[in-house]
């Protein structure tokens, strides 16, 4: 029996026991390829990932992402809460600012870690894939209906729900406002019946009516299919949101900015910061980051 040392950390929060809970391998090269996803089911958390050697010496390391029941390609929430765990034990030497490399399925991800004084918080990564809008979404009321909502809740038109992907593509529902976001719940039957032949079954509802100040949206994510009944906060959504907004957006030219709370009915309130570049109309990176906290540690015995 050999055993494998893990964290956990709390990402997307600046408190123990809110955010999204993360399991990290800082070294899982002696872990079987087979075993790791029978190890992100016993811990049961969004994502578990496990750091390899990368392969190519220029970037920081491999990351492999799990769910509880597949692994993605790329995810928000797992690249920065590991890039925090990494430079939190001392795996990566970290400064006040310091850029890695993560290579991941969608390709190398950049990320920002910062620590003031030394001490590791804020981390943020930058997509390796430009927002990609999906086909047309299904149709609102039908939407609605999945989501135990009246049709009314559901917004439609050019503000309408839409497919986008920074990697792992999401639906994007546009709530009339917070209650309705509040009361939505999954009907299993008409969700998967609705979406199963749909690009994605990872559905992420949204309100322009946030509870803190500060914030500009308040969100939900529901993927059943990949084990995840609800997703306390979900970075590879919220970069593509940010290709949702910046859309709409009719600003040419700068930088754009948004506060998302996620997790809150899920009682572990998140606060994701979202960044998208523009020029002349196009969008030219997105960035998500945030907060994370070290929870725990333990070995893994296999």
Known sequence: ?????????????????????????PDASGIPEHQMQAIAREFNFSETTFVLPPSDPR???????????????????????????????????????????????????????????????????????????????????ELARALSLDPGAVLDGPTGPEAVSCGVPFLFV???????????RVRLEEFDALLSSYVTQKVFVFCAEPERPGSTHRARMFAPGIGVPEDPATGSACAAFGGYLARRDKRREGTLRWIVEQGFEMGRPSILEVEADKSAGTITAVRVGGNSVL??????FL
């Open 174 to 184: 546009p709530l009339r406002d917070r209650a309705a976001l509040g009361r939505a």
């Open 295 to 300: 929870v725990s540690r333990g070995e893994f």
């Open 1 to 25: 029996m050999q055993g494998f040392p893990y964290y956990t950390a709390d990402v997307f929060t600046s408190v123990r026991f809110g955010g999204n809970q993360l399991a990290v391998f």
């Open 59 to 141: 970037n920081t390391r491999r990351v492999r992402i799990f769910t509880p029941g597949a692994e993605l390609p790329f995810a928000g929430h797992p690249t920065v809460g590991t890039a925090f765990v990494l430079a939190t034990i001392g795996a990566i030497t970290v400064t006040e600012e310091t850029r890695i490399v993560f290579e991941e399925g969608v390709g190398p991800v950049p990320v920002v870690v910062r620590a003031p004084g030394g001490v590791p918080g804020f981390a943020q990564l930058q997509v390796a894939q430009l927002p990609q809008h999906g086909p047309p979404a299904p149709a609102a009321a």
